[in-house]
Each structure stands twice: as C-alpha cells, then as structure tokens.
C-alpha cells in the first residue's frame, strides 16, 4: 500500500490550497485516515480525522479554517485549508488505516509529506 500526498506549495497570508492523498496497491478497506503536521524544529500534530463513516474531528488551531474529506471510490482524501496563517506552515503527512484483504489485520500508513508554506 502506498500513499501519495500533493497539493502543497507556496501561499500567501489567507489564501486557500487544498492538500491530496491518493491510496494505491492491494487495499481491501480504508478505516480511518488522517492528516498531521510538522513544523521546522517541532513535533508533528494530528491536525484532522475522517472515519470510514464520514466523521470528522479537528485540532483547535484549524477549526472553521480546514475541511477534511475523503472519496472512498478513488481511496482519497482531501484537506482544504482556507484563511492560512504562517503558523499553518509545515509539512503536512496523510496517515491511513488499510485493510490489505478480508483476513488481514488493519495497518497505519504514511505517505511521504507535502510542504505547505504560508508566507506574510
């Protein structure tokens, strides 16, 4: 199972971007998926979650600003994050709970990281 996160770049102060996270390879079903984040010189943050039965969860700092969704056809999940702070600056990890086949233990995986920069 591989996850490929896209979609980061470079914004200004209140901008918009919208981070993706693609799930390929042998994926039975997808329980819950998640987004973190890390920041230079800190500790990466659980910043979202979407359940397999669409419910959400969101830390304090992106609360009204971020959105999370996933479309389970395309075994992708989205982060829209609108009205962007240079605190929202950091490199943002999809994480996702994959069931392999019927008899397979569930599993966390992480994709690789998309560098979101907001600058003022």
């Known amino acids: 199972v591989q996850l490929q996160a896209s979609g980061g770049g470079l914004v200004q102060v209140g901008g918009s971007l919208r981070v993706s996270c693609a799930a390929s390879?042998?994926?039975?079903?997808?329980?819950?998926i998640y987004w973190y984040r890390q920041a230079p010189g800190k500790q990466r943050e659980l910043v979202a979650t979407?359940?397999?039965?669409?419910?959400?969860n969101y830390a304090e700092p992106v609360k009204g600003r971020f959105t999370i969704s996933r479309d389970n056809a395309k075994n992708t999940v989205y982060l829209q994050m609108n009205n962007l702070k240079p605190e929202d600056t950091a490199v943002y990890y999809c994480?996702?709970?994959?069931?392999?086949?019927?008899?397979?233990?569930?599993?966390?995986?992480w994709g690789q990281g998309t560098l979101v920069t907001v600058s003022s």
């Open positions: 994480n996702a709970v994959v069931k392999s086949g019927p008899n397979a233990p569930f599993y966390g995986y």
């Open positions: 390879g042998s994926i039975f079903s997808i329980s819950a």
């Open positions: 979407i359940t397999s039965g669409g419910s959400v």
